[in-house]
């Protein structure tokens, strides 16, 4: 007698077998899609980091400008090596108006600007950049040594840090420097 069909052994070992090759599909599809995450992530911090590079050294180069020469613009107001606060007549008007002395530093990994007053308040502030793990400045005269006087600063190096979780395999970090040459000393 000829039997049609499948023992239940066989229909087990098939049904074993099925349920190894799926987990197996599905753990490769979850690696792939979180390295491709993760990889995501890495691009946008590196983005972010030029863009915010960027940012600053455009900035940090019109320190000083006063097209007009008016008096109370000084450039660099105040520096160390994790804040520096600068001046620059945006509107170019000969006068600081709100908005055109600022303050940057980090607060609890966010890379703050303040906009202040004349007299160092806070006006408003506006976050330029998240996960910033360090920002570090050094500053320099003419002759590229270490500049004593805000009146003598002529080149800035700027350092900013990034770090962000991965999916995979823990933090990631990207660091960032350039040096920056005052056009308005």
Do not use: C
Request: avoid cysteine; charged fraction near 25%; charge should be negative.
């Amino acid at each position: 007698m000829h039997q049609k069909g499948m023992t239940l052994v066989e229909l087990l070992v098939v049904m074993v077998v099925s349920t190894i090759i799926g987990i197996a599909v599905l753990n490769m599809f979850t690696l792939s899609n979180r390295t491709f995450m993760d990889q995501n992530k890495i691009l946008d911090a590196q983005r972010d980091g030029r863009l915010v590079m960027e940012y600053l050294t455009r900035y940090m180069r019109e320190a000083g400008l006063n097209p007009l020469g008016s008096p109370n613009f000084e450039g660099v107001r105040q520096i160390s090596s994790s804040n520096i606060i600068i001046d620059r007549d945006s509107d170019l008007d000969g006068v600081l108006d709100e908005g055109e002395i600022v303050s940057y530093i980090v607060n609890f990994g966010i890379l703050k600007r303040h906009f202040l007053d004349e007299n160092g308040n806070v006006i408003r502030s506006q976050d330029i950049a998240k996960n910033v793990t360090s920002f570090q400045l050094a500053w320099f005269d003419e002759t590229g040594g270490p500049s004593p006087a805000l009146a003598d600063i002529r080149s800035i190096d700027v350092s900013i840090g990034f770090t962000d979780n991965k999916f995979i395999g823990g933090d990631f970090t990207r660091t960032y420097s350039t040096r920056v040459d005052l056009r308005n000393p």
